[in-house]
């Protein structure tokens, strides 16, 4: 947002309080800012890996239970019909009841979809993060932009005071007066540039380059006639709201998978024994090895852990309804307070035009009478500070406007991720 003084340019602010009015479309700058921190923003990786760990461990549960493989030596060889038994090998495999794994792939699969949602959440945060630097940093340029301006008006007043000295119809205070305003107005300006530079290195870090590096502002702040119909129903596809139903589904597949924990393992295996030979003795199968397929059950006889699991999973599905609904409360909560602040800003902008076009009038009032020698010095410096006044106050509330706006994009807007 611009505004030049209207002693130099009277028109201006005419135009300008038309144009904050105007549809404001979101800057391709911005855009391509938030395309770049959403790209290279190391907490959206961090995220991101948590979620592609969570992923994978779809292919860590989807396994069997490891094949168990056993050997033993007979250091007192039982004797059989058929020889000595010289050694035993063994091999048994448990399997899970039927659908074990795919409980265990799905539990693990609605973990990892709840986990996506904090990848979304936090795209969100840091598009809101990026849009509100973006709009202080604007915020600060202009309000650098006026500085100028305002500094240039004041060097044409200590000229006009320095002649009402010459022909005396000025006092040396008045040019003081001035030279001190002057002063106030550069101490500010050294303050902004420092605001600036803090905001910019802010700005950097989000999308993580070069803190010094020159981000350069075209965009200009405008506020729109209308603005976009929000309501609370938005709210329904907030990932913040989606993250609760995702993890409440979890505990859905942890009771399903706790169900087949408590049914029975059934395995399969296979001993083989080494027979030695009866060197005495000759007959069929003499030194015969032996082998002997095996099947077993593993049942839960005591199951109090199941039960116990079972119970637990219900309170947390409790639990996780009521973590929604007090969440889903403060969303809605911070909605309909930044869309007041939205209107509270736009309602002080058009007051601040107001004021600014009636200080305006004052001025050329005043100015009038340097045309007869009684120009009051000191009225200008007041309306002058009037000026700047609901100058800054325009920019602070065209600023809040866009800031109470990302926060309501962040709250309301329907996901397209």
Known sequence: MKINNPYIQKNFILILCTLF????VKSQELQRLIEEALANNPEIQQFEMQFTIATEKVNEVNTIPNTEFSTGYFVSEPETRTGAQKAKFSVKQMLPWFGGISARENYATALSDAKYEDVVIAKRKL????????????TIKDKQDILVINIDLLDTYEALALTSVEVGTASAVDVLKLQMRQNEMEQLQQILEQNYNAEQSLLNNLLNRTTSTNIVLTQELEIPFQDEITNSEDLVVHPELTKYDKIYHSV???????????APMIGFGLDYVIVQERPDMNFNDNGKDIFMPMVSLSIPVFNKKYNSKTKQNKLKQEEISFQKQDRKNKLKTALDKAISERNSAKISFNTQTKNLVQANNAEDILMKGYESGMLDFTQVLDIQELQLK????????TKNYFIQSSIINYLSHHRND
């Not at 859905?252 to 408590?262: H, I, P, R, T």
């Not at 609901?390 to 509330?397: D, K, P, T």
Request: glycine share 0%.
């Open 252 to 262: 859905e597949q942890s009771e399903l998978l706790n169900q087949k924990d408590a």
């Open 21 to 24: 009015f105007t549809l404001s």
């Open 390 to 397: 609901f100058q800054m106050n325009q920019i602070e509330a």
């Open 127 to 138: 598009i809101a993060s990026v849009s509100q630097s973006y709009y202080n940093l604007i």
